[in-house]
């Protein structure tokens, strides 16, 4: 029995652009199992939010009993790639690679049921093709055609290079398509220019042209640009459940509805303040991706931090050796990753101590144990002298 609900919700909701919508329906009233798919290079340790957009549409399609095809990257990511960049991007080491899939896995499986997924990672078959079909490839396409996308058109106005390596990037994601032998593919906004690449290279391998899913892409908790880990607006899915809630409390109105309707399979709630609806929408996706009972107590940690002015319950201890140091060494400490960071976050008045704000990098404190430590808007700790 056709499932016309989940059907409408494939086809609409966070859907930026169908390519082929009119097939893409049919097929999906048809009995027949489709091949979808995804593929992410592992550029980062993390899977954030915004990653989650386009795995949860590709959980939508497993839940209607098709096949979720997960490649991961592993040889695409050594390249980089170019989409909405506006210089090149680095390549990886197979190393640094390898250690950013440590965790990939388990992650994504938080969104999808990676049981049921066929996971393929590209080096399968780039490595045993090797150069003779990476020259294969190349006479697919002209160069023309790769450079008509718009961010290698804006590096050309603005005299910025493109590398070879760059422009058969599309082709090798394209290529995917043909190895998986794809009948879907889906992707954020910024990956069109690629999931066309890959209908022209199955043209030109004679197989059927793959339908495409955009997703929309969503910004960070800056409000303004791509969720991004380089950028350090995102959210990451194993965040602790304080950190997650708090971001999504601090993100701006303006982005209430479409983190509703990208991340979660709620309707945004209508004429309540954007506070509470904000309350909602922390709590459902620390709920999503840890527990009920955590969220329920990040959203108490929360108001109690922020509406009531209190310290939260069960903070972290920071262990001292020394009972008279600076604000600096403190930070570093706790956790801070370098001593200019830390005289940033003092100068910002970023820093309390027992609710007084510390805003002298060279001031020598004395601790008798039991002070609390404030960092920003949602890190505490309590001091402890061993």
């Known amino acids: 029995m056709v499932n016309n609900k989940e059907i409408e919700k494939i086809l609409n909701r966070a859907v930026d652009e169908i390519i082929e919508k009119k097939h893409l329906e049919q097929m999906l009233k048809s009995k027949r199992q489709l091949r979808v798919k995804l593929g992410i290079d592992p550029t980062a340790p993390d899977i954030h939010l915004g990653h989650t957009v386009v795995l949860r549409k590709l959980h939508q399609f497993q839940k209607l009993g098709h096949k979720a095809i997960l490649i991961i990257g592993d040889f695409t990511a050594t390249i980089g790639d170019p989409s909405g960049r506006v210089e ?5 080491t197979e190393k640094e690679v390898k250690k950013n899939l440590e965790k990939y896995l388990s992650q994504a499986g938080k969104v999808i049921d990676i049981k049921k997924t066929e ?14 079909l990476i020259l294969e490839l190349t006479k697919k396409v002209s160069v023309q055609q790769v450079l008509e996308r718009d961010d290698f058109q804006k590096r050309l106005k603005e005299g910025n290079q493109i590398t070879i390596l760059e422009q058969i990037y599309p ?9 998986v032998k794809a009948d879907i593919e889906i992707g954020g906004t910024d990956q069109k220019f690629n999931m066309l690449m890959g209908r022209r290279i199955q043209r030109a391998f004679n197989l059927p042209e793959q339908d495409i899913i955009t997703l929309s892409l969503i910004e960070g908790t800056d409000g303004v640009r791509k969720m991004s880990k380089s950028l350090g607006n995102y ?5 602790k459940p304080d950190e997650i809630f708090g971001k999504i409390m601090a993100i701006p109105d303006s982005l209430i ?10 309707e945004p709630p209508i004429d309540i303040e954007p506070r509470e609806k904000k309350l909602i929408l922390a709590e459902t996706i620390v709920e999503m991706y840890h527990s009920k009972i955590l969220a329920k107590k990040a959203k108490e940690n929360w108001i109690k931090t922020f509406s009531k002015k209190e310290i939260p319950e069960d903070i972290p201890v920071l262990k001292i050796t020394n009972n008279q140091l600076s604000i600096v060494q403190l930070l570093i400490i ?9 005289r940033r976050l003092i100068i910002q008045n970023a820093i309390e101590i027992n609710g007084q704000i510390k805003n002298n990098p060279y001031e020598i404190i004395s601790f008798q144990g039991g002070e609390i430590l404030k960092i920003g808007k949602r890190k505490f700790f309590k001091i402890n002298k061993s």
């Open 88 to 92: 090149a991007r680095k390549p990886l």
């Open 119 to 132: 996971i393929r990672y590209n080096s399968e078959w780039y490595k045993k093709g090797g150069l003779k």
């Open 171 to 179: 082709l090798l994601q394209g290529y995917d398509s043909v190895a």
């Open 235 to 239: 959210i990451a899915i194993d965040e």
């Open 257 to 266: 509805e479409k983190y509703f309707i990208t991340l979660t399979d709620k």
């Open 334 to 342: 706790a956790g801070i990753k370098s001593k200019s960071e830390a």
